[in-house]
């Protein structure tokens, strides 16, 4: 069984750029979630995919965007990046069921540096 | 607004002793899941354990256990026989069932960081 993998492992980036990042789910996994975490600090939930489609954000502006892809793989994208941005950024896969079981399997996560 | 609060921020403990990581909530939910995740420093987190909160039994996973206070929104992680490589960030997370079949989002504490002595 493959797990959660993410790519890039590091990445810099200069305040205005725009940033992508991907993550595989695990296998037979249906649902994507993508969370930050500032150094620090606990992580913080940006958006949940499921079904290809949006359900569920945090408190994130809308330069935040994602997608998920009919293999349930996900992209995060950010545009006009900021300082406050860097962080790691990690994806979270899990298999929705009629009661929505919450073990969600993180990824190895991407650390994103702003300059 | 639910909250997860790790009063907690660093542990430390002999190996082969015990530890207790204190974890408590606030939420007006009557059903939900609450978790302790592991994130050593190559930063892959972890699961260790959940509790249903429907659940009065308190979960057992080898040398982790939680001894779960529903009345007292108190959730708290104990490690037993401690070993060197149970040193990392262990953060309380929770999380409400969906029954439409996705699911929503984990709300976690800030993390206590735990050191383990030789």
């Known amino acids: 069984e493959t797990g959660v993998t993410q790519s890039p492992t590091h990445l810099i980036k200069t305040r205005g750029q725009q940033v992508t990042l991907r993550c595989s789910s695990q296998?037979?996994?249906?649902?994507v979630s993508w969370y930050q975490q500032a150094l620090g600090q606990g992580p913080q939930f940006i958006f949940q995919?499921?079904?290809?489609?949006?359900?569920g954000r945090g408190n994130f502006p809308p330069r935040f965007s994602g997608l998920q892809f009919p293999n349930y793989s996900s992209e995060l994208n950010v545009n006009a990046l900021e300082l406050d941005d860097s962080a790691l950024y990690l994806c979270?896969?899990?298999?929705?069921?009629?009661?929505?079981?919450?073990?969600?399997?993180f990824g190895p996560g991407t650390r994103l540096t702003v300059t | 607004a639910q909250t997860v609060t790790q009063s907690q921020p660093e542990m430390s403990v002999q190996e082969a002793e015990t530890v207790t990581l204190s974890c408590t909530y606030d939420?007006?939910?009557?059903?939900?899941?609450l978790f302790w995740y592991k994130q050593p420093p190559s930063r892959q987190m972890i699961l260790v354990i959940r509790q249903e909160a429907y659940k009065q039994q308190n979960a057992t996973e080898n040398r982790f256990s939680v001894n779960f206070q529903k009345a007292a929104k108190s959730f708290s992680l104990k490690i037993s026989d401690s070993q060197l490589g149970d040193a990392a960030m262990y953060f309380c997370a929770y999380g409400i069932p969906n029954y439409g079949g996705s699911q929503g989002n984990l709300i976690f504490g800030k993390g206590t960081k735990l050191s383990v002595k030789p």
């Open positions: 296998s037979g996994h249906n649902t």
């Open positions: 979270a896969s899990s298999r929705a069921s009629g009661r929505g079981s919450y073990e969600q399997y």
């Open positions: 995919y499921y079904r290809e489609e949006e359900n």
């Open positions: 939420t007006s939910e009557s059903d939900y899941y």
